[in-house]
């Protein structure tokens, strides 16, 4: 599962440089010629999903926050204006996502809002 929701990831990051610039050589190059967002320098409803995605995709698969293209797309969305506002603010819902009985998601710490639950 975690190496699905990876890919979906990494796909979802491709898809809009690849009809542009499906040329240049690297991540790297690609989001420098286009910009961070998928279909560009400017954000869309489909960046905004597929943050969320990133976040709750964390939980089973914590290696994609390492991945360099997924930082610099969430780098980018958290300087859009007003949402690292919200994402500190106590409108934001954070625990639990999942049952207290699912083994990520369910911690009640809002300080480690992905942790994995103890056994």
């Given amino acids: 599962m975690a190496a699905v929701t990876e890919e979906q990831i990494l796909d979802a990051l491709k898809a ?3 009809g542009i610039h499906g040329n240049a050589p690297t991540s790297e190059a690609t989001s420098a010629i286009n910009g961070p967002f998928i279909f560009g320098r400017d954000p869309c409803a489909a960046d905004f999903l597929l943050y969320e995605h990133v976040q709750l995709a964390r939980c089973s698969a914590p290696q994609i926050a390492d991945r360099e293209e997924v930082k610099r797309f969430c780098e980018a969305f958290e300087r859009l204006p007003g949402v690292l506002d919200y994402l500190d603010s106590d409108r934001r819902v ?5 049952a207290p009985v699912g083994p ?3 911690s009640m710490d809002p300080s480690r809002p992905y942790a994995v639950k103890d056994q």
């Fill in 16 to 18: 809009g440089g690849v």
């Fill in 94 to 98: 954070t625990v639990p996502f999942n």
């Fill in 104 to 106: 990520f998601g369910a």
